[in-house]
């Protein structure tokens, strides 16, 4: 079968196409204020940082989503990362559209004005983002909207003693694109820009020289 | 103190500033070929899918990485999803530069030639993306790489009764932008498209009044 790629000792691998699964993606809550100024709120998975100068995040959004036109229209956003006990308003945000209901009224949620963009934050949620639109990337049946972070803005329950947003206190939800599902964060794996250097390690190197020895061993059929 | 929020019941919200903070990122390893056609791995957490058809991924790199001009030439790349037990070489990837070290000889990973892209992957990795370079966005201090999937490949062990990747088993790696630390996947939280229609029921919306009548009852001080 042509679909199924085995290289050497490696995982026999097989092609699943063209297509957008890929992991782990957020679960992001886009904040937006239509053209009466009701305030809207919509889930989305399409999102990430896009640059450290200027402070750069993005989400992709299609265009008969109702937060498209509001961001078109007013040029920000807000992004709101839903706590885990926050699972069921942040996939309620993701079915309905605010053409049709009042997401906020519906769900309960506050939306609080940002003072700084003129888009709306959803106050129970611990970790925001507050983003002027920077540029409008056209890619095929998803817009690209690149907004420059003006400000974060986190719960004082969620920060650590560095006064940073504690990714163990946010408890953040990833969407999973395979099974669409979402999962929590678990166990901490290694610090980062420290725990790859053991790679040069003796202890790493002779661990590889062993394997190595032991492949050729086998390949000689001794 | 004016950095600091409070709306009503609401938890207090702290200004943090115009950085590049918010949850959850992902740790994916971008394999690309040099111009004398080195193989080169590098990680990076600034990447998500942005649009479905057609379908499409991103990268953020900095001008100064070795990545950045092997994209630029080759109009191409892979991305590469490491497992919990590969965070060490992931990390590695992402502390050394291909114009000083051959990282795939180093960790002992191993390059492997797409048949699609000219791009190598990497084979012990469990989820790769086969990419050709449709945009280049320069953003700042961050180019960003839009590319069109042209397969994603999955190793067999990983895969789901749907053959679709199971995130369970290929155990994705979170890039924690506060204090820069890996993290793994939790627990299942729901159903996406499905979980959140119980907004909606009688029991929710009477939870929300129950609610609503108490803090009235609050604030006339009864």
């Known amino acids: 079968m042509s679909a199924i790629t085995a ?3 490696l995982n026999v691998k097989k092609s699943i196409g063209s297509r957008t699964i890929v992991f782990p993606t957020p679960t992001w809550v886009v904040g937006t204020y239509d053209h009466e100024g009701k305030p809207n709120a919509m889930t989305a998975a399409w999102g990430g940082i896009c640059c450290s100068k200027p402070p750069c995040v993005y989400v992709s959004l ?3 989503t109702y937060t498209h036109g509001n961001i078109m229209r007013k040029r920000a956003f807000t992004i709101n990362v839903p706590s885990e006990k926050h699972v069921m308003e942040a996939d309620y945000f993701g079915i309905y559209s605010g053409k049709d209901v009042d997401k906020f009224s519906v769900s309960g949620l506050t939306p609080v004005q940002s003072s700084l963009v003129d888009a709306p934050y959803v106050g129970e949620f611990p970790l925001i ?6 540029h409008v990337i056209e890619i095929g049946l ?6 420059e972070i003006i400000d974060v803005k986190a719960d004082i329950s969620v920060l ?8 163990i ?10 099974n669409r599902r979402y999962f ?4 901490y794996l290694g610090k980062a820009f420290s725990a790859g250097k053991e790679v040069q390690s003796n202890q790493y190197q002779l661990k590889l020289l062993s394997r190595k020895t032991i492949q050729e061993v086998h390949l000689q059929g001794i």
């Not at 983002?129 to 920077?134: F, S």
């Open 160 to 167: 650590d003693a560095n006064e940073l947003p504690d990714i």
């Open 129 to 134: 983002l507050e983003c002027k639109v920077l």
């Open 7 to 9: 290289i050497g000792g």
């Open 142 to 147: 998803h817009t690209q909207f690149i907004g």
């Open 184 to 187: 929590g964060i678990g166990s």
């Open 169 to 178: 206190k946010v408890k953040p939800i990833l969407f999973d694109t395979g």
């Open 62 to 64: 299609r265009k008969a």
